[in-house]
């Protein structure tokens, strides 16, 4: 969750990256460029497709802001266009799916070993994957922003063009969704 101090470095970063400064560019994708690749890792068919995505994030905002354009909020910016990347990205390939790996081919180890801690968490990201999917998009983005991402409630309502309260609607329904498929038998 942001705090007042973030917020407070996060306007003045967005501010001399207004200015032009190229080390204030590079500070802001350290900081957001992880979160965003997350965010559009769940997503996106693809990691190569993810990062093809964070790029064209980072590169209209570049565009934005050398057009002489003023960026307030550069967290919510961030998001916002990079939702619209992936936005994007499905209208040009509207048959494109998001692909599971065979969870076959992998046998599973010993579990008092510390491979097999690290091969679970990896297999409840794919779990995860697979789950978020299975259900509607606007669940899947709502979830996304609010849980992986742990963007607030306003700035995922900001990001989606929609009110809070359409946010907490969302979200119900969604963890309602994914509990159903989380649970339903294979």
């Not at 993810?50 to 307030?72: M, N, P, Q, R």
């Not at 967290?75 to 994007?88: P, R």
Request: charged share 30%; with cysteine; hydrophobic share 40%.
């Amino acid at each position: 969750m942001a705090n007042a101090w973030t917020k407070l470095t996060d306007a003045l970063l967005a501010e001399r990256i207004q200015k032009g400064d190229p080390e204030a560019f590079s500070a802001a994708y350290d900081r957001y460029a992880p979160a965003l690749l997350r965010h559009l890792s769940y997503r996106a068919p693809n990691k190569e497709t993810a990062e093809d995505l964070l790029s064209k994030t980072f590169l209209k905002c570049w565009e934005y802001v050398h057009s002489g354009k003023k960026i307030t909020y550069l967290k919510q910016f961030l998001y916002t266009t990079a939702q619209n990347a992936l936005t994007d990205h499905y209208r040009r390939k509207s048959t494109a799916d998001i692909p599971s790996d065979d969870l076959t081919a992998y046998d599973r180890p010993d579990e008092h070993d510390r491979a097999t801690v690290l091969l679970d968490r990896e297999f409840d990201k794919i779990a995860l994957a697979e789950a978020l999917a299975k259900i509607r998009p606007e669940f899947r983005d709502v979830l996304v922003m609010r849980y992986l991402d742990e963007l607030e409630i306003n700035e995922v309502a900001k990001t989606l063009e929609v009110t809070p309260n359409a946010v907490y609607v969302r979200l119900h329904r969604a963890l309602k969704s994914l509990k159903t498929v989380l649970t339903e038998k294979p």
